[in-house]
């Protein structure tokens, strides 16, 4: 859509100050059913899973880490076996060299730093080798310690589509996001998003014609 277009029709939409509530208690009783895709039972099964995310589809991920977690349990499982090893147990959720590396980093450094414990705080879960902003903010949140939002593809192209934003950059759109989100709807405002993004909002052809935010949103169609 062009920028001009985008640019006149927020004219005609309330300041997102007055419409971020409005925009998510719609969402919320649209996609009521809205959470985490990944299958997990503990924390460190929670880490494993999002770093294992990278690039490929939740339910991948689900369909490899049903086998892995029976055989890896606790962080040392994960450096008990040669590197090659975990590399096959991983291989189908693709990039799988960088991904073990990765999770044996985090599991050394958990090991040593953490008495092997995943920690909430966004500030520790950085220090963990492959853990980046994303990867934190989705533990933090699922462990129920938000501490910003996180900002994928969906929640980035809705975000702007909505006006919430006007930055490219995934770092300025939270940036942006937390300011303007109540902070006690920081964990759910992602898969409201992410979910609106996959049912209705899609990247190509939004279905404006359908959607619960039309009036409020300066980038309807409809
Ligand atoms: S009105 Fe259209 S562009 Fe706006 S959020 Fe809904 S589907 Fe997306």
């Not at 990039?95 to 414990?117: H, N, P, W």
């Not at 129920?144 to 980035?156: F, K, L, N, P």
């Not at 992410?194 to 039309?214: F, K, S, T, Y």
Request: net charge positive.
């Amino acid at each position: 859509m062009p920028r001009s277009f985008v640019r006149e029709a927020r004219k005609r939409v309330a300041p997102k100050k007055e419409r971020i509530r409005p925009i998510i208690e719609r969402l919320a009783a649209e996609h009521a059913d809205a959470a985490i895709a990944l299958t997990f039972r503990s924390p460190l099964e929670l880490l494993i899973s999002v770093m294992l995310s990278a690039q490929t589809t939740d339910v991948n991920v689900n369909r490899v880490t049903e086998k892995l977690f029976v055989k890896y349990r606790k962080p040392e499982d994960y450096l008990a076996v040669p590197q090659e090893e975990l590399e096959q147990d991983v291989f189908a959720t693709g990039f799988y060299r960088q991904k073990t590396k990765s999770i044996r980093g985090a599991m050394t450094v958990l090991l040593e730093e953490f008495d092997g414990e995943v920690p909430k705080r966004i500030e520790e879960l950085l220090r963990l080798p492959g853990v980046a902003r994303k990867t934190a903010n989705v533990v933090a949140a699922e462990l129920g310690e938000a501490q910003g939002i996180v900002v994928d593809t969906h929640v980035r192209r809705l975000s702007q589509r909505l006006g919430l934003t006007r930055q490219e950059d995934p770092v300025k759109i939270e940036r942006d996001l937390v300011r303007l989100v109540p902070r006690e709807d920081w964990a759910r405002f992602p898969h409201l998003m992410i979910w609106h993004g996959r049912r209705v909002c899609d990247a190509r052809r939004p279905r404006c014609e359908d959607c619960v935010l039309v009036d409020l949103c300066p980038s309807s169609r409809v």
